[in-house]
């Protein structure tokens, strides 16, 4: 019965991530159509975009790489449905809360809303606090279901065992698989970034009701903003990573992916790399102490050698002269992989600190991210959507138009993502409304952008309809 | 059950924004305050035969403004002979302060007596002058004196604001303040980037630096305890569910 019902909740998350990411797709043509000067919003309205934006998108492929592990995890341990339960309906609240804040109150201080930009208020009074809890809600529900899902795992196998330490010895009693080892260290990422938000959301809070008698320490505010922020949008991706590490040889008809010593070291070395990787946000800050600075830097590279290089390796070994099953779900996967590593390089030359004198701020900052996003998380979660939707289908389905709506979702990112590098090449900078008259390409690049986008959504509408019409009957179906 | 704890919940939410709300139109951040908003183009009378709006003086060169009124016994005298000696170490030219009286009461006549008395009738970066906006101009800068009848006098800040060609408030300085801070407000009328950093006072709790002036060392404070909070407690979450799971297993 809890089956039933996990299935069906997971078909719920996969319709509301697809309906919101269509939505939020739309916000970002929006942007690129204003900066690019062929609509013209206030820049109330830009910022309000931006922000909710920003942090829908974090929101959802974070709930979706969730969902995913949740489901999969079934499959080693004994899942209950509370905590997913209380993420869903605390997303629902904290989604509304904070589309209320943005759309109605017209709070815009950007998703990463850096101290002390909340307290300066531009918005309707209430914005503010509405904004503030929106994250507060959202960051329990996660945190519950974080928990529950690591309490699961305990359940069943030890400390030891789920971290995959036999493993670093010889010929070990216990094999931990990929995607446990994985989920865990992930769920352990998770739930530092997410205290992270406690402590910075209960010292935004202090300082609201301390009516200024007590003021922050911007610094501190600031670490604390990218200990969440950078660390969970990390951590989404490896989420995504843990889908890819259970599903890819399974739907490529080639043997389980195996824990080996080198996987064990690299996901648990990675897990102090990732936490530590934030500093690289600080570059600019002259006065966080040199230390952290060259931590930032260090962090940042070793973080994408074990999971980045083994994840890579492993792939390419299972697909170089190997006959392999192909098909949309592992094409979506594959082509993730090329776009994680690509939008790695992308960061690794960002976070290294002589370049981020130059390259701060610019566009190259969201071409990066955007591109582990947009060409590789979303993929990585498209691929379980799909397979999750065909696993359900009745029928034996072909999967029409595969070809024509992996080439739309390439050509739409590969163009949207070239000219963010272009433009972060150029020096053109972030989060302008409007374009000075100083960077004369910025507004072509922004309206190419844009058309190049939207032709990113129509592959995703192509999806969105696909895959939702199955996990509607799924959310309807009385069968098992 | 869960429809209870669902509901509980949501009105807590509610009464907790209802109750945050009226705290968020604090005071606080006075300097940053309008700071990149477009000064009142008030029109200002500089002598009998002489007047011109804010936006005009911008435009031929940025502007310092300061406020003050000719009857202040407290920070007026000082803030200006201060803020008149700072100038003078300051090499870079390229800009005209304006004075500019808040006080209605205040006539040319008292201006140019003011400016006499500094020294710098005659200087030419300097404009002495009174307006009939003044309520505008100061809303429009942040600036808000509040008159105590029992002193017959204003209660109010020590103020510069930078203005540049644009009419845009770039800087603003609060209290007296030394050259250095005077450079950087210079140098944001020009249009350079100034970094800033709160310094840390009394209500400034949990600092991750302590910088001692005396010794010119910065050592760790409470504020980093707070950044290794996260990781400390989720080590500890989940040395604690392994206990409390430790019976499934067996
Ligand atoms: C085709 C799809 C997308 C489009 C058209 C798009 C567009 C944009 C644009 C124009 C910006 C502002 C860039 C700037 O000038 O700074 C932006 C920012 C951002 N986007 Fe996207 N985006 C897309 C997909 C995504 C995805 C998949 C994610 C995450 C999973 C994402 C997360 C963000 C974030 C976090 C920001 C920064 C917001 C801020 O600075 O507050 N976007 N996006």
Known sequence: ?480 | MCKDYVFIFLIALVFSTVNVTAQVTQNGWKEERQVYQKVFDAKLDIDEQRSATILQLAQTKPLIIAMVFTRCTGVCSPFLLQFKENLQMIEKKNFNVVVISFDTRDSLKDMAMLAQIFDLKTNPQWTFAVTDAIDSLSSSIGFDPVWDEKRQQFEHDAIAVGVNTEGIITKKLIGMRNSKDLELLIKSIEGAFSPSYRLPGKSNLFSCFNYNPQTGRNMPGLGLLFIAIPAVVTFLLVVVINLLTKNYRA
């Open chain 1, 1 to 480: 019965m809890e089956t039933v019902k996990i299935k069906k909740i997971t078909a719920l998350w996969i319709v509301v991530v697809l309906l919101l990411f269509v939505v939020s797709i739309i916000l970002g043509i929006l942007m690129r159509l204003n900066q690019g000067e062929i609509i013209h919003h206030s820049p109330v309205t830009f910022y309000g975009n931006m922000t909710t934006h920003g942090l829908t998108m974090i929101g959802i492929w974070f709930v979706a790489g969730m969902a995913g592990v949740n489901y999969l995890m079934q499959r080693y341990v004994t899942v209950s449905l509370w905590p997913n339960m209380t993420g869903l309906i605390f997303t629902a609240i904290g989604v509304i809360l904070l589309w209320v804040s943005t759309f109605i109150g017209d709070f815009h201080a950007g998703w990463t809303f850096l101290y002390p930009l909340p307290f300066k208020v531009m918005w309707a009074s209430w914005a503010t606090p509405m904004f503030l809890c929106s994250l507060t809600v959202m960051g329990v529900g996660w945190l519950i279901w974080s928990l529950g899902m690591v309490m699961q795992l305990l359940k069943r196998y030890s400390i030891s065992q789920v971290f995959a330490w036999q493993h670093f010895g010889k010929n070990p009693k216990v094999e931990t698989p990929p995607f446990v080892l994985i989920s865990m260290i992930t769920l352990v990422g998770v739930i530092a970034s997410l205290l992270a938000a406690v402590v910075l959301l209960i010292l935004y809070f202090m300082e609201f009701f301390s009516n200024s008698s007590f003021v922050n320490d911007a610094l501190l505010m600031k670490n604390l903003t990218y200990f969440f922020g950078h660390t969970i949008a990390n951590e989404m991706l490896y989420l995504g990573l843990a889908v890819l590490y259970e599903l890819f040889s399974e739907v490529s008809g080639r043997p389980k992916w195996k824990t080996t010593w080198y996987i064990a070291v690299s996901w648990n070395l990675s897990l102090v790399f990732i936490l530590t990787a934030f500093f690289h946000h600080l570059y600019m800050d002259f006065v966080q102490p040199e230390g952290l600075q060259i931590v930032g830097q260090l962090a940042s590279y070793l973080a994408s050698l074990p999971a980045a290089g083994v994840t890579v390796f492993s792939v390419i070994i299972a697909v170089y002269r190997t006959k392999i099953k192909w098909s949309l779900t592992n094409l979506l996967f594959f082509i993730g992989v090329a776009g994680w590593v690509v939008g790695g390089l992308g960061a690794l030359i960002d976070a290294t600190i002589s370049n981020n004198f130059v390259l701060h701020n610019t566009l190259w900052v969201p071409a990066h991210f955007h591109t582990y996003n947009v060409m590789g998380n979303v993929l990585f979660s498209l691929a379980f959507f799909h397979w999750f939707a065909m696993q359900f289908a009745n029928n034996n389905i072909t999967e029409r138009f595969a070809k024509t709506k992996l080439g739309l979702l390439i050509l739409g990112g590969a163009g949207f993502l070239a000219v963010f590098y272009l433009g972060g090449a150029e020096s053109i900078p972030r989060r302008y409304s409007n374009y000075p008259a100083e960077f004369p390409s910025a507004q072509v690049l922004a309206y190419v952008g844009a058309i190049f986008a939207t032709v990113y959504l129509i592959a995703i509408l192509f999806f969105f309809l696909n895959i939702s019409k199955r996990c509607v009957k799924i959310m309807f179906s009385s069968s098992s």
